[in-house]
C-alpha cells in the first residue's frame, strides 16, 4: 500500500471574535490557503485530484460545499472536485485523514486539505414555522454550539447527572473538552506542555529523532501548530477550527522519514479525537 506524505502546508492567523478577520468572508479564507498550499507545495493545479476541507459551522458563507467554492476562488481548474466534512472541531483533522486514505488507497495522488472557520460572521438563523401564518420560530446564533435542538435530546440532558461520566448529549466543544479531560486524565499542564512542544519548528530536530510527542494515529490528538511549515514528514491530521489552513498531500516522491509510534508524556489512548476552538 502507498504511503501518503506532507508535501507543504500553510495557515492564515488565527483572529479574535469580531477582529481584524471580521471583514474576510470564509470561503475567501479558505481560497486563499488552497491556493497557497499548492504553490508553496510546488505543485501543478492539474495535478490536484481532489480538495477536501472541514468546516463545522456551514450555516453562512461557508454554506453547501465551502471546498468546492475554495477551488474555483482559488482559480484552480474548474475539474478539480472538492467536498466538505463536519465533525465540529475535529473537521480539519478528518478533511486530513480522508486525504490520507485516498492517498494510501490509490484513489488519489495528491489531495490538498485543511479547514475554515470563521464564527465572527457566523449568521443569526430563524426557524420556520411549523403552520400557516404563524409568528416566526426561534432565532439563534451560529457562532457557537448547540441550535434548534432535538427535543429528545433535551429532555435527555434535563434528567442526566453533572459528572463527567455521565450521558449529556448536547454540550458545547468547551465543556466536551473539559468532560474528556477528566474521563482520560489530561492535566492543564500535559496541554499547555504538548501545544508548546507541537509549535517548534520541525528544523529543531535532528534528521531520524522526531520528537517523542508525534502521534501516528489520526484518531490521537494534536493540537495545530502555531506557525506554517513546508512539511516533510509522514502524513499526520491537523485540526484547524479558528482560522483557514491547508496542507497539501501526495504519495512519496522520494525518500521521507518514518513516524514513531510514541505518544506525549502522561498522555493516555483516548478513542475521541480533541483539537482547539476558536
Do not use: H
Not at 35 to 50: F, H, K, N, T, Y
Not at 138 to 167: H, I, M, Q, Y
Not at 215 to 229: I, L, N, Q, V, Y
Amino acid at each position: 500500500m502507498p504511503e501518503a506524505f506532507l508535501v507543504g502546508g500553510v495557515r492564515t492567523p488565527q483572529g479574535k471574535y469580531g477582529g481584524a478577520l471580521a471583514g474576510v468572508r470564509p470561503d475567501d479564507l479558505a481560497a486563499l490557503v488552497v491556493a497557497e498550499a499548492v504553490r508553496r507545495g510546488g505543485l501543478s493545479p492539474d495535478a490536484i485530484d481532489e480538495v477536501v476541507l472541514g468546516a463545522a459551522n456551514q450555516a453562512g458563507e461557508d454554506n453547501r460545499n465551502v471546498a468546492r467554492m475554495a477551488v474555483l476562488l482559488a482559480g484552480l481548474p474548474d475539474t478539480v472536485p472538492g467536498y466538505t466534512v463536519n465533525r465540529l472541531c475535529a473537521s480539519g483533522l478528518t478533511a486530513i485523514a480522508s486525504a490520507a486514505q485516498a492517498v494510501r488507497s490509490g484513489e488519489a495522488d495528491v489531495v490538498v486539505a485543511g479547514g475554515v472557520e470563521s464564527m465572527t460572521r457566523a449568521p443569526w438563523v430563524m426557524a420556520k414555522p411549523g403552520t400557516p401564518w404563524a409568528r416566526p420560530g426561534e432565532v439563534v446564533d451560529t457562532s457557537l454550539g448547540w441550535r434548534f435542538r432535538n427535543p429528545r435530546f433535551v429532555a435527555a440532558d434535563k434528567t442526566a447527572g453533572t459528572a463527567p461520566d455521565d450521558r449529556r448529549v448536547t454540550l458545547s466543544m468547551g465543556e466536551t473538552a473539559e468532560e474528556v479531560a477528566t474521563l482520560d486524565g489530561i492535566t492543564r499542564a500535559d496541554s499547555d506542555a504538548f501545544a508548546a512542544t507541537s509549535a517548534r519548528s520541525p528544523r529543531s530536530t535532528p534528521a531520524g529523532s522526531p520528537p517523542s510527542w508525534w502521534p501516528c494515529r489520526s484518531r490521537t490528538a494534536r493540537w495545530r501548530p502555531t506557525r506554517s511549515r513546508a512539511a516533510t514528514r509522514p502524513w499526520n491530521g491537523s485540526a484547524s477550527s479558528a482560522r483557514s489552513s491547508g496542507t497539501a498531500a501526495s504519495s512519496p516522491p522520494g525518500r521521507r522519514r518514518r513516524c514513531p509510534t510514541a505518544r506525549p508524556p502522561s498522555w493516555s489512548p483516548a478513542p475521541r479525537p480533541c483539537s482547539g476552538t476558536a
